[in-house]
C-alpha cells in the first residue's frame, strides 16, 4: 500500500480539494485494509474487495482512491445513512470490518491543536496523529452479498411492463402481477413532469 501522504495527494487530486473529510477517509480505508490483510488494492488484490459506503460526502471520494473500488466496477455500494463508516467485504475469504469514525475525534482534535482557529485545519492536522483507536471503532460484521452485487455478474435484463425501461441486476419488483421497475412500483426518487 502507498503512504497515507501518496493516498492524500491522490484524494486531493481526484476530489479537487484537501479537506479533513479527506483525511478521515484515506484513513479509514487504510484500517479497513490492513485489518481484512489486502495490501495491493488497485493491483493483484483488486478483485478481493467490494466496500459499502454510508455517506456521499468528502470521505467516500477518499474511501474510492484508497481501495479502487468504483460504482462503476459494481466494487462500491453506497447506503445513505449519512454516517463516515464504510465496510469491507473481502470477497476471497467472506470476512467484513465495519470502520466508523468516532464523534469524539471532533473534540479531540481541538483539544490537539486550539492553536489553530480552523476547525478543518485543526481537523485535518490531528486526523494524521491520531491513533486509529481514538479516531475509529472497528467491528467484525457479516455481509450477505447474493451474486448480483458481485463486480462482473452478468444476469438477465427485465423489461418493465409499465416504461418499457431495463432493469438489470435483479432490481425489478413483481407487484399486481406485473413486472415493474422501482419508479413504477411507487419508489421513484424523482417525479415526471409530463
Request: net charge neutral.
Amino acid at each position: 500500500m502507498k503512504s497515507l501522504d501518496e493516498y492524500l495527494r491522490d484524494a486531493e487530486q481526484a476530489h479537487g480539494h484537501l479537506c479533513a473529510g479527506q483525511v478521515l477517509g484515506v484513513r479509514l480505508a487504510m484500517l479497513g485494509l490492513a485489518k481484512l490483510g489486502i495490501e495491493d488494492p488497485q493491483g493483484k488484490d483488486r478483485k478481493r474487495l467490494v466496500t459499502f459506503v454510508e455517506i456521499d460526502r468528502c470521505a467516500t471520494d477518499a474511501v474510492a482512491v484508497v481501495t479502487g473500488c468504483r460504482l462503476g466496477k459494481r466494487a462500491l455500494k453506497f447506503r445513505d445513512w449519512g454516517k463516515v463508516a464504510a465496510t469491507f467485504v473481502d470477497v476471497n475469504t467472506g470476512k467484513a470490518v465495519r470502520i466508523a469514525a468516532r464523534e469524539s475525534a471532533k473534540t479531540l482534535a481541538r483539544e490537539m491543536h486550539p492553536e489553530l482557529q480552523d476547525k478543518n485545519q485543526q481537523q485535518m492536522l490531528a486526523y494524521r496523529e491520531i491513533s486509529d483507536d481514538d479516531l475509529f471503532t472497528a467491528q467484525w460484521v457479516k455481509v450477505d452479498l447474493p451474486p448480483e452485487e458481485f463486480p462482473g455478474y452478468k444476469g438477465a435484463r427485465i423489461v418493465c411492463e409499465e416504461c418499457g425501461e431495463g432493469i438489470n441486476f435483479r432490481r425489478e419488483v413483481r407487484s399486481q402481477g406485473k413486472v415493474l421497475c422501482r419508479g413504477c412500483a411507487g419508489d421513484a426518487y424523482y417525479e415526471a413532469l409530463c
